[in-house]
C-alpha cells in the first residue's frame, strides 16, 4: 500500500454516473440519503483523479476543474456539493500538495504581435505615413472632450506624474554624483518602492542623496525582513499602476542603472582590476556617461571569457582579497570571506544578498561571497584541503553553517570531487565537470554551463510558451539574437522623449484641432526630442529583437501542438478509467477501477481483459465537515 501525498494540486474534486453506496426504497429518499449519494460521488471522483495523478502524472486541479467541476448531482454542481460538504482546505494539512501535467491555459505574451508592430513601426516611411494619418483619422474614434479618452487620461495623469516618471529614465538627477552614490540613492528608493508595493506599514527611509550611503545596511535589512514574511505569508500581491506610479517609476530607474553599469563594464577590454572598479578613478567613482544599455554586445560577450569575468567581478566583487584555506587551520579565516550580516558593500552586491535572503533565507552572503571568489579565480584551498576534501567531503560540508540549505552543501560535496573547484574556481565554473556535479546527468557530461541544452539543464520544456527543441542552449539563444539584423538596444533619452512629451499626446487626444505637428512630425523628418521621434527610435533599436522572435515562431506553433496533443490525451485517459465497484471497509471509503490497458505483456489481468486497482480513502470530521485524511493506493 502506497500513501498518495503527492498528487492532489489544490484539491477540489466531483462525481460521475457510476455506482453508488446508497439505495432507495419506495422512491423516497431522504435528505440524509441525498448526501450520502452526493458524498460517495464525489469520492469517486476524487478516486479517479488520486488514479491518474498517480499512475499518470497529471495534474489534479485541472481533471476536477475540466472534468468534474460543473457535472451536476440532485441538482447542484459539485463545485457547490464540495462547498457543502468539504472543509475549505478540502484534504489535510498532511497531504502535500504537488502540481502535476495539464495543458497551459494561460494567456501567451503577444511577443509575436510585438515583433510585428516593432517591424513595421522601425520602417521609418511606414512609421511617418500613420504618423501623419492621426489627426485625420482619431475624431472618428470619438475619444475628444473632457469626458473622452483623452480628457480621463488628463485627470489620471497628472504633470507632476509625468515628470517624475521621465525623470527615472535620465541621469539628469545623478548630475555631479558617481555611479556608487547614484546607486545608493536609486537603491533607497527601490527599497521604499518594494516595501510600499507589498503592503509594509513602516517609515520610509530617507531619500536624500545625503543620508542614502548611511541608511543602504538598515534599508536592505528591512527588505529582507519585510518581503521574506510577505513571501512566507503568501499575501497577494494589490499592484496598481496608477496608486503605484512612483514606485514603479523607482524601481525602473533602479533597474536602469543596474543595465547601464552592466552595459558599462562589459565595454572593458582588459580584465578588470580591484583599481579600475573601485579606485579614485575607477568605474563606480567616476559619473554616469551612459543612458544606453547594447544587449546583443552585452550578450555577445558572454562568449568572451575576458568579459563575462569582467561582468561577474563588476556584480560581486566585494573585497580586494580573499582568503584560501591552506590548511585545516585556516578555515575559520576563510569564512571571514562571506558576510551575512550586513549590507554595506559597494556596487549591487548589497541587494543581490538581500534578494536572496528574502527568498532563501541566511544564504545570500555565502552565494555573493562564492561568486565574489570564483570571479576573481582566487584559489579556494590549497592542494592539501582539494584532496581531503575529495577524500572527506562530509568533515568539510560539517565546518559550513547550519544556515546553508541541505541540497546546497550537498550540491557542494558533489563538487568536492574535482580539484579544479579548489584551485582554479572560474575556469571549473565554465567546465564540463560544473555541469556534472550541479546535475548529475551524463547526458550532459560533455558540455559546459553555456552549451549545455536547456532541456537537460533545467528540465523545462519550454520558456514564455515557445517550445524548446533538445538542442536549445543558452549559447544557441545568444547566437541566435546576436546575428539577427538590426539593433537591439535601450536608449533610455529616447523613452524620456516619449514620456515627457505625453501632455501633448494628450491635447491631441482630447482636441482633434491641436497641431498634431507638437508630436514632432516636420514634413518627412521628426523633431528632435519629440513625442514621434523617441517612439520611433525606440522601436528602431529593437529590430533585433523582432527579428529574433520572427526566427522563433515555430517554437510557438509546436507548443500550442503539445498543449492539445496533452489535452486531447488526458480526456481519453480519463474516459478510460471506470470505478467498477464502491464499498466501505474499515473506515475506509473503497473504489475499484478496471481500466483498459494497452500492453497486455506488462500488466496483471481481470478476466484477461484489464488491470484491477484500487484506492481507499479515509475522512475526517472537522467542525461538522469532512476532511480527507489519507488517500492509499493499492497494487
Not at 497628472?158 to 547614484?182: H, P, V
Not at 521604499?192 to 506599514?201: D, L, S
Not at 484500487?614 to 472537522?622: C, F, Q, S, T, Y
Request: charged share 20%; with cysteine.
Amino acid at each position: 500500500m502506497k500513501k498518495l501525498l503527492t498528487i492532489l494540486g489544490v484539491m477540489m474534486i466531483g462525481s460521475s454516473s457510476v455506482a453508488t453506496l446508497v439505495s432507495c426504497t419506495n422512491n423516497t429518499i431522504t435528505k440524509q440519503q441525498l448526501s450520502d449519494q452526493d458524498l460517495t460521488r464525489y469520492l469517486q471522483e476524487t478516486a479517479k483523479i488520486a488514479y491518474l495523478s498517480k499512475t499518470k502524472g497529471y495534474d489534479a486541479n485541472y481533471l476536477f476543474e475540466t472534468f468534474v467541476a460543473h457535472q451536476k448531482s440532485n441538482g447542484q454542481n459539485f463545485k457547490q456539493i464540495q462547498e457543502q460538504l468539504f472543509t475549505k482546505q478540502v484534504v489535510a494539512q498532511e497531504i502535500e500538495l504537488k502540481e502535476g501535467k495539464k495543458p497551459d491555459k494561460s494567456t501567451s505574451l503577444p511577443l509575436d504581435m510585438l515583433a510585428k508592430i516593432i517591424k513595421m513601426g522601425s520602417d521609418k516611411n511606414t512609421f511617418l505615413m500613420i504618423a501623419k494619418l492621426i489627426p485625420a483619422i482619431l475624431p472618428g474614434f470619438h475619444l475628444d472632450g473632457e469626458n473622452g479618452l483623452g480628457g480621463m487620461l488628463e485627470k489620471l495623469l497628472t504633470k507632476d506624474d509625468i515628470n517624475y516618471f521621465s525623470a527615472s529614465l535620465g541621469n539628469e538627477k545623478y548630475q555631479n554624483k558617481t555611479f556608487q552614490e547614484a546607486i545608493d540613492i536609486s537603491l533607497i528608493k527601490f527599497v521604499n518602492a518594494i516595501n510600499k508595493i507589498i503592503g509594509v506599514q513602516t517609515n520610509k527611509f530617507d531619500e536624500t542623496e545625503t543620508s542614502a550611503s548611511g541608511l543602504k545596511d538598515a534599508a536592505l535589512k528591512s527588505l529582507v525582513k519585510n518581503l521574506n514574511q510577505f513571501i512566507q505569508e503568501k499575501q497577494p500581491l494589490n499592484l496598481t499602476v496608477l496608486s503605484n506610479l512612483k514606485e514603479i517609476a523607482d524601481i525602473i530607474d533602479f533597474v536602469r542603472l543596474l543595465l547601464i553599469y552592466i552595459n558599462v563594464i562589459n565595454k572593458e577590454k582588459e580584465p578588470i582590476t580591484w583599481e579600475r572598479l573601485n579606485g579614485e578613478n575607477g568605474i563606480l567613482n567616476s559619473p554616469i556617461n551612459s543612458n544606453e544599455v547594447d544587449f546583443k554586445t552585452i550578450l555577445s560577450g558572454l562568449g568572451n571569457n575576458v568579459k563575462t569575468q569582467n561582468l561577474f567581478k563588476g556584480l560581486f566583487w566585494s573585497q580586494e582579497t580573499y582568503q584560501t584555506m591552506n590548511g585545516l587551520g585556516d578555515i575559520g579565516k576563510f569564512m571571514e570571506n562571506f558576510d551575512n550580516e550586513n549590507y554595506d558593500e559597494k556596487g549591487f552586491t548589497p541587494i543581490f544578498k538581500a534578494l536572496i535572503n528574502a527568498f532563501i533565507p541566511g544564504i545570500g552572503g555565502y552565494i555573493t561571497g562564492l561568486l565574489g571568489i570564483v570571479s576573481t579565480n582566487t584559489p579556494i584551498g590549497s592542494e592539501t584541503i582539494a584532496g581531503l576534501a575529495q577524500k572527506f567531503p562530509d568533515l568539510v560540508i560539517g565546518f559550513l553553517p547550519s544556515s546553508i540549505p541541505k541540497n546546497f552543501k550537498e550540491m557542494l560535496k558533489r563538487m568536492m570531487k574535482y580539484k579544479q573547484l579548489f584551485l582554479q574556481p572560474w575556469e571549473f565554473l565554465w567546465s564540463a565537470d560544473f555541469i556534472q556535479a550541479l546535475t548529475e546527468k551524463e547526458s550532459i557530461k560533455n558540455h559546459n554551463i553555456l552549451t549545455a541544452p536547456l532541456t537537460e539543464l533545467t528540465g523545462w520544456t519550454s520558456i514564455f510558451q515557445y517550445q524548446l527543441s533538445p538542442t536549445t542552449s543558452i549559447q544557441s539563444i545568444i547566437n541566435k539574437i546576436t546575428t539577427q539584423t538590426g539593433n537591439f538596444k535601450i536608449n533610455f533619452n529616447n523613452l524620456q522623449n516619449v514620456i515627457k512629451n505625453i501632455p501633448e499626446l494628450i491635447k491631441v487626444i482630447k482636441n482633434p484641432k491641436y497641431p498634431a505637428s507638437n508630436l514632432g512630425v516636420n514634413g518627412n523628418a521628426f523633431v528632435k526630442g519629440s513625442f514621434f521621434d523617441g517612439l520611433f527610435n525606440t522601436l528602431a533599436d529593437f529590430q533585433g529583437f523582432a527579428g529574433f522572435i520572427e526566427s522563433i515562431a515555430h517554437g510557438k506553433t509546436t507548443y500550442q501542438n503539445e498543449q492539445n496533443r496533452l489535452a486531447t490525451e488526458m480526456l481519453a485517459a480519463w474516459k478510460d478509467v471506470e470505478v467498477t465497484k464502491t464499498f466501505i471497509a474499515d473506515g475506509y471509503y473503497v473504489f475499484n477501477f478496471n481500466e483498459p490497458m494497452q500492453d497486455k505483456r506488462s500488466v496483471s489481468y481481470v478476466d484477461g481483459k484489464s488491470r484491477l486497482e484500487k484506492i481507499k480513502i479515509k475522512l475526517n470530521k472537522v467542525n461538522h465537515k469532512n476532511e480527507i485524511l489519507e488517500i492509499n493506493f493499492d497494487d
